[in-house]
């Protein structure tokens, strides 16, 4: 009984992992940072997906590579 609930648990972990792993390529990819800075966390995340998130969460400085939005000026 408790094997079959360890066994469940890691695939949610593992899977919620993944998520996440998603989530920060596709935060990175749209960033402004340079193509070797995106190209160097989604590496990192990609081959290395826990280590890659703590890293990325600690040390990505989003707030400094957050793409904003500026709408078109149409007037």
């Given at each position: 009984m408790i094997d079959n609930m360890l066994s469940y648990t890691g695939g949610v972990v593992?899977?919620?992992i993944?998520?996440?792993d998603f989530i920060v390529i596709f935060e990175v990819i749209n960033s402004?940072?340079?193509v070797s800075g995106k190209l160097g966390?989604?590496?990192l995340v990609f081959f290395f997906p826990l280590v890659g998130l703590i890293f990325y969460f600690l040390l990505g400085h989003r707030e400094q590579h957050n793409s904003s939005y500026t709408p078109i000026d149409t007037a």
């Open positions: 593992g899977l919620l993944l998520i996440l402004n940072r340079t966390w989604s590496l």
